[in-house]
């Protein structure tokens, strides 16, 4: 069993976790900061777990790893978890440049191939007339005008094909069985990879050591309920076993599944409860954005602030906790 408590691999630089099996990490120029790779010896090269960001220097870092820290090997397959850019960010450029497919849910495919997609004016003018529905100040407004398609900057066009990997998939890696599994609430169709022979779970963004992962409305679907989707997904991962070594996409390996899947189900209780007390007047997302977050005020925090306040109040409307008064401006107020 590799030490958990290891540092992380330097950028460039892969460590070993086992033989066949290493933990590389991408540096991202927005929180939180870094994102982990994962390489599995398999067959006659490595199938390596996500892409990174495109960003500077994420392929001159890709090319390090290439020459000093695969053994000279070759990305042979390309397995991206989920569709948020840090994930799926250089996955062209990783398929390109070593000819190999491909593997991701169908959903995350889809959604990744579209967003690449849709930058023109329609969408930024869409982004601003959210942003007026939920009460959003003036300023704010004028920022994301001027801001443009966030998506297309972090990620080269994704690739026009693809091998769909799916929830009770049993993908045999490196002579070892991997099962899928997906899980909703970040991402629509998350993949996980948990290889019951080494004890170890690759968990992507659903569970994260230190932070919880961000789970949020935006736009495309307004009266969604990604949180319980989220929690949904996050119980059925106990039916791993406790002692599973989880391998994360942000910080580091951990123990603990259980404890960290109830850690995070508390949160989120705990922020339900202070967004319905906090509602007991009417308030638009805008201001219920303000109870769950009181010292976000620059406009790039705002926005993800404003998508998680929205997933827990979709969360009370639907529970019957909370109504919507529909309008230009919509409010919610205690049922
Ligand atoms: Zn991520």
Known sequence: ???????????????????????????????????????????????????????????????????????????????????????????????????????????????????????????????????????????????????????????????RAFTRIAGGDTLRIGGRDWRVLTGGGHAPEMACLHCPELGMLISADQILPRITPYVGVGATEPLADPLADFLRSNDRLRAIPPETLVLPSHGEPFTGLHERIGSIAAHHAERLDTLAAGCTAPRTLFEATAILFPRVLEPGPLGFALGETLAHLNRLVVDGRLRREDGEVPRYITA
């Open 1 to 159: 069993m590799p030490d958990p408590s290891a540092p992380p691999p330097p950028p460039g630089t892969a460590a070993e976790l086992l033989p066949g099996l290493r933990w590389a990490r991408m540096p991202l120029p927005f929180p939180p900061r870094h994102v982990n790779l994962w390489f599995l010896r398999d067959g006659e090269g490595w199938l390596a777990v996500d892409a990174g960001a495109s960003t500077a220097d994420a392929t001159a870092l890709w090319e390090q790893l290439a020459a000093t820290e695969l053994d000279g090997l070759p990305v042979t397959r390309l397995l991206v978890t989920h569709f948020h850019p840090d994930h799926v960010g250089l996955a062209g450029w990783v398929c390109e440049r070593w000819g190999a497919p491909l593997l991701m849910p169908r959903t995350e495919y889809l959604l990744a191939r579209f967003l690449r997609l849709d930058t023109d004016a329609g969408m930024t003018a869409h982004q601003v007339d959210f942003a007026r529905r939920a009460g959003c100040p003036e300023d704010y407004l004028a920022f994301l005008a001027n801001r443009g398609p966030l998506f297309a900057r972090a990620v080269v066009p994704v690739p």
